[in-house]
Every structure is written in structure tokens, then in C-alpha cells.
């Protein structure tokens, strides 16, 4: 029989993976704090939970994927102004927490040791792949945490996910994520500053991205971005706003570690003024923004 699911969070992420799961056979119970975001999961058969603790009450795994560190405490150790209404209030011993969101590794290693104290096994499981890897059920889970949890929980992430790296204790999945997270957001920024350098000396930009594809700058975030990036069109798959946390949250890591990225404090500048001036909810590939309106001034 396969256990019961719960799902916290239902963004662009989230909801596609409920339905995944429910696709796959297991029964599924879900929250987020707009409750209309869960209609169509309820609709294709999902239970709705009035809080994150009752979900816990009714998994044996509980997978949380929200917008960022604040939100992922709330959702685990109790909402604002309303105690023991978190996951760790209602998950039983000897059920599992995977939290899939980008956070900081010293929150991931916090929450692992809140719940070892009440045994419940945890996993920091951030993925990659975008809303189109999420509705083919292709994500990547970069994990941290122990061996045989990350097995027993296979089956579970294996109806939304094609890879598992375990890459070393709890935090080290975090850890990996945000390096991730700042390699594509330099990749977008390097190619969107080429564009503006390229373009600003008279040569189209389209032509410019037929040598990028034939040469050593191709890559498969070029092929994704570059048509949004000419095309001045960026619908959200990965929200600026999230990679703005994200960049935020490595430069935290790196300033830990005693080291210095000048490249990604430049682009975390880049994209705080481009989420700034925004007045939507773009794509991070939205920083080509920065370089119109630069030129347009």
C-alpha cells in the first residue's frame, strides 16, 4: 500500500507535483495559505487540511515546498499567532519531513534536529528542473540526509523526480541548491550582458544567439531563456523574486565560509534593481530588464 502524502505549498512547483502524486496512486492531503490553489487538486481527488499540522496528522511523508526560509519555519514549527499548528505538531514519530524548498543549510540542520528529538526522520531536499521538469514528474532532488531515509522515501519522490543526489548530511542538499541557484543566475546574467554589449554595437541579437548555439557558450539554460529574452516576454517559471532570495542567501553561505563572490554580488545587485522596478511577477530572466531600461535612459 502506498503511504499517505501531504503536501504544503502549491505554487508553481507544489501543485504540479500534487498532481503527479495523485496520478501515481497516493492518497494526497495538501494546505497553502491561499486555499483556492487547491481547488483543482481537491477537484482530482486531494484532501484539503485547514493546517499544516493537519496534514502532518494524516501523512506518513510530508513534503513542504514554499517561497522561502520565513515561510518554511512557519509551516514546520507553527504558524503566526497560532501555536502548535505546524507539521512537527502532528507529524508521528517514525514519519518522514522532506522540505523541498531553497533555504539556508543552517535552517535545513535546524529543523533535522527538531525532529530527531521527536523521531521523525528529515531530508533537505531542494530540486531543479523548472515547471517543465515538474509536470513531466523530472525533477533533480539534491539531498541531504541520511542513506537509508532517502531509500525508504524513493518510491514517494520517484513519481515526481527521475534523479536523487545524495550529496552528504542534512544542509548539504541546501548547500548545492544555492550553488546551483547562482551558476544559472550568472549564466542568465553573462547572456543577457552579451546581448546588451552585442546589440549596443549595432549586431542583432538573434544573430548573436545562432554563434551561442553553435559554439561552447551553448548550454541547455540558453535554449530555455534566449526565445523569452528576445522575445521581451518573461512568464514565470523560476520568479525573479525567488532567485533574488536565493543569490541573497548564497552571498549569507559564502560571507559563513569567508569567501568572497564578487560575481554574484554583482548580480544580486543587478537583480534587486530589476525586481525593484518591476511591476509583475516575472521570470528571473527578467534581468534583461536592466540593460533596456539602462539603454533606454
Known sequence: MKPNVGLIGLGLMGKPMGHNWLRAGFPLTVWNRTK?????????????????????????????????????????????????????SGLHSGGTLID???VSPELAR???????????????????????????????????????????????????????????????????????????ALEVDALVESLALVTAAGVSAERMIEVMQSS?????????????ILKNDFPASFPLRLMHKDVRLALELAEKCGIV??????????????????SDDPDFSAIARFWRRTKSA
Do not use: H
Request: hydrophobic fraction near 45%; glycine fraction near 12%; include cysteine.
Open 36 to 88: 483556492s490553489r487547491a481547488d483543482d487538486l481537491v477537484r482530482a481527488g486531494a484532501r484539503l487540511a485547514a493546517t499544516p499540522r493537519e496534514v502532518a496528522v494524516q501523512s506518513e511523508v510530508v513534503v513542504t515546498i514554499v517561497s522561502d526560509p520565513a515561510a518554511v519555519e512557519e509551516v514546520v514549527f507553527g504558524l503566526a499567532g497560532k501555536p502548535g499548528s505546524g507539521v512537527l
Open 100 to 102: 523541498s524548498s531553497t
Open 110 to 184: 535546524r529543523i533535522a534536529a527538531a525532529c530527531a528529538e521527536r523521531g521523525i526522520d528529515f531530508l533537505d531536499a531542494p530540486v531543479t528542473g523548472g515547471t517543465w521538469g515538474t509536470e513531466k514528474g523530472e525533477l533533480v532532488f539534491m539531498v541531504g540526509g541520511k542513506p537509508e531515509v532517502l531509500e525508504r522515501v524513493k518510491p514517494v519522490l520517484g513519481a515526481v523526480g527521475k534523479r536523487f543526489f545524495l550529496l552528504g548530511p542534512n544542509g548539504a542538499g541546501q548547500t548545492v541548491k544555492l550553488g546551483m541557484n547562482l551558476l544559472l
Open 216 to 228: 561552447m557558450g551553448r548550454s541547455p539554460l540558453l535554449d530555455v531563456k534566449a526565445p523569452l
Open 261 to 278: 563572490l564578487p560575481a554574484g554580488a554583482a548580480a544580486y545587485t543587478t537583480l534587486a534593481a530589476v525586481k525593484e522596478s518591476s
